[in-house]
């Protein structure tokens, strides 16, 4: 929500619901982790647009079970970062899942990541 709102808060309101939406940055620390298009990712042979589509799908289905399982605790995913590479020359998740990757609401209040994590011991 936080940076998703900084670029498109003219556009949107908080806490809206936007269906599984995903967009992808290039991790690099020195251009600010620059946001990316399938197309700019594919022709520049980084990634396929089939690879891409890949990363969507194994998105939505990782998202979808931890959305599940915080739902189940009564509480509200908001949004998520996940980080995507090759493993072996095959897409896969390359980072952990943790709190500190992911916005969950309680109701209407942000639970920071000490929070969050008391729902996880």
């Known amino acids: 929500t936080g940076s998703f709102m900084r670029r498109y808060g003219d556009y949107c309101t ?3 619901d936007l269906d599984f939406l995903i967009e992808a940055s290039l991790k690099d620390d020195e251009r600010g982790d620059p946001m990316i298009t399938s197309d700019t990712l594919d022709m520049l042979g980084i990634m396929s647009k089939s690879e891409f589509d890949e990363v969507k799908t194994l998105t939505r289905k ?3 079970i931890i ?3 915080l739902n189940d605790k009564g509480l509200t995913l908001y949004d998520i970062k996940l980080e995507f590479g ?3 020359g095959k897409v896969a ?3 952990e899942i943790s709190s500190g990757c992911m916005r969950v609401y309680k109701g209407d209040k942000w639970l920071h990541t000490v ?3 008391k ?3």
């Open 62 to 64: 990782i998202t979808a």
């Open 115 to 117: 929070e969050l994590d």
């Open 14 to 16: 908080e806490g809206q």
């Open 93 to 95: 998740l390359i980072d």
């Open 119 to 121: 729902y996880f011991t």
């Open 86 to 88: 090759r493993i072996n």
């Open 67 to 69: 959305r599940d399982d």
